[in-house]
Nanobody, 123 residues
Framework: QVQLVESGGGSVQSGGSLRLSCAADRVPRKDYCLGWFRQAPGKEREGIAA??????TVYADAVKGRFTISRDDKSTLYLQMNGLKADDTAMYYC??????????????????WGRGTQVTVSS
């Protein structure tokens, strides 16, 4: 079992920036992914960025070039969000996928989830 706690959400104007953090109590030694997902009201949860334990990253087209996923040398995951738009308004979740050779943004592959942090972007 992996416990994940997100933080850093808030309200920001269009064009602004936020950095989300996700603290994991532990992560596997190898072959795992850390990811960020979001769910807007009335919409399905979608994957937006993932980071493999070997350093490979993958981004959804909607955030490519604006968002950056990274981690520290322990078990904290970050999502730097620049150029925020009203469409980015959502609850943001972090997740862990174990036993992963590569990362997918499809929800069904992910094993552990945080409770989310709200991001609201006003135009």
């Amino acid at each position: 079992q992996v416990q994940l706690v997100e933080s850093g959400g808030g309200s920001v104007q269009s064009g602004g920036s936020l950095r989300l953090s996700c603290a994991a109590d532990r992560v596997p030694r190898k072959d795992y992914c850390l990811g960020w997902f979001r769910q807007a009201p009335g919409k399905e949860r979608e994957g937006i960025a993932a980071l493999h334990s070997d350093g490979e990253t993958v981004y959804a087209d909607a955030v490519k070039g604006r968002f950056t996923i990274s981690r520290d040398d322990k078990s904290t995951l970050y999502l730097q969000m620049n150029g925020l738009k009203a469409d980015d308004t959502a609850m943001y979740y972090c997740a862990v996928e174990t036993g992963a050779w590569s990362c997918s943004l499809r929800l069904r592959y992910w094993d552990y989830w945080g409770r989310g942090t709200q991001v609201t972007v006003s135009s």
